[in-house]
């Protein structure tokens, strides 16, 4: 039970909320819906009780998370902010959610560091980092946004609970869970997303404005995704996706374009893993995906200096988009036994 884990962590987030006036809150850098969904619920919750709070985003996040209650609120700080050390000076308190590190806030990591500010972080990541003075992290849980609903619910904070922070929220489990195909397997993610409906969550709204909402230049960027710049592994049950610079010019990609192109090798039968590599501005964003019992936060922490969950995850390479590709595939060499006999 969550209650009886976070007893004490609860009471101390309620003492900490209620005592405070001046509260900031910050999602990781390149928020994901979990991230800006969890930050969001918070803000909603806090603003009901009359707190001088706001959410800090260290760089942009995708349009299509638009549609979420307050998201207009976000203040944005963006690539070409100048951010002094002394940014979160003058606050009351400080909660992160959805990271695991500091190094997950970009360029605020300095200032959110050197702050003597009361700092909560609430995150499902495996293997926090301790960086906080109260840290409330459970890698059971299918997203943070799930956890935030447990906090919420577990503390004397409940009656603030409302259709915008259940929107926030099951936008947040439905993003981090690929829609329910992956980190969701426990009872209890359902009993949580049914309570979020009686809320007045509207399910096939929000599906339709995250995963139906796309511009024409995106499903053409897709399409040439696809045909072009997919290579598949049948024997290894492998596939990979590379994206250039020159595509995403080509395409002109706006943030978020190339949210869950990953999954696209997931859906081709006898897939079990699936790599996706994006060339950026001085280095290779890489995300990983898999089925059942593949361990990708394993294999992006020990080859691509990354990590998240099981079944999810991401890394980046510094070097060219070639020879990531070439290091990605004589890897999964090694992983021949495995995933050539791997059943899922």
């Known amino acids: 039970m969550f209650v009886e884990k976070f007893k004490n962590q609860i009471q101390v987030f309620e003492q900490k909320v209620i005592a405070s006036e001046k509260i900031k809150i910050l999602p990781h850098y390149n928020p994901d819906g979990d991230a ?3 930050a969001l619920a918070l803000y909603i919750l806090l603003k009901k009780m009359n707190k001088d709070v706001e959410v800090i985003s260290p760089s942009h996040f995708p349009g299509f998370l638009n549609f979420l209650p307050f998201s207009n609120k976000i203040n944005i700080i963006g690539k070409k902010r100048e951010v002094e050390d002394s940014f979160f000076d003058g606050l009351d308190l400080l909660i992160g959610v959805d990271f695991n590190g500091l190094g997950r806030l970009d360029k605020l990591k300095q200032s959110f560091d050197k702050s003597s500010t009361f700092k909560i972080i609430i995150d499902h990541h495996p293997e926090p980092e301790q960086f906080a003075d109260l840290l409330i992290s459970d890698s059971s849980y299918s997203s943070t946004a799930e956890l935030i609903y447990a906090l919420i619910m577990s503390s004397n904070f409940k009656d603030k609970f409302d259709k915008d922070i259940a929107t926030n929220l099951y936008a947040g489990i439905m993003t981090d869970t690929g829609s329910f195909s992956y980190n969701s397997s426990s009872p209890e993610t359902f009993r949580i997303v049914g309570e979020l409906l009686k809320a007045g969550a509207e399910k096939d709204k929000i599906f339709d404005e995250v995963y139906n909402s796309f511009s024409l230049n995106r499903m053409r960027f897709m399409g040439h995704v696809m045909l072009n710049r997919m290579h598949i592994l049948p024997k290894l049950k492998t596939g990979y996706i590379y994206i250039t610079e ?42 990983f995906r898999s089925k059942g019992s593949f361990d990708v936060n394993i294999f992006a922490a020990k080859y691509f200096n990354g990590g998240g969950h099981k079944n999810a995850s991401g890394g980046e390479f510094y070097g060219s988009i070639q020879e990531t590709m070439k290091k990605f595939v004589s890897i999964i060499n090694e992983y021949s036994d495995e995933l050539i006999n791997y059943e899922f």
């Open 36 to 38: 800006i969904g969890s």
């Open 246 to 287: 020159k595509d995403r010019l080509q395409f002109k990609e706006k943030y978020g374009d190339t949210e869950n192109f990953v999954n696209i090798p997931l859906s081709i039968k006898g897939i079990v893993f699936s790599a996706i590599f994006i060339e950026r501005e001085n280095f290779i964003k890489i995300s």
